[in-house]
């Protein structure tokens, strides 16, 4: 009885992990994430509200770069 071996094509579309998905951080990161460490620490430190000081961060941001774009828009 013979038996045969299922050995597949390499396409080479699948080289490596790293080149398939690379993890690409938006610009303002690591503004986010310094605000929301100074929310922490203005909270007393207190674990258990990472996600909540993170978005209030991106929130304030936000809110910072609308208002300034506002006082720009109207300089012109």
Known sequence: MKTSTFKPKSTGRY???ATIHTLQL???FEQIQKRAQ???AARGGMMGMTLNDWLRAEQELKREL???SNHTDNDE
């Open 15 to 17: 080289e490596s992990a």
């Open 26 to 28: 938006p610009g303002n």
């Open 38 to 40: 100074k929310i922490y």
């Open 66 to 68: 609308g208002q300034q």
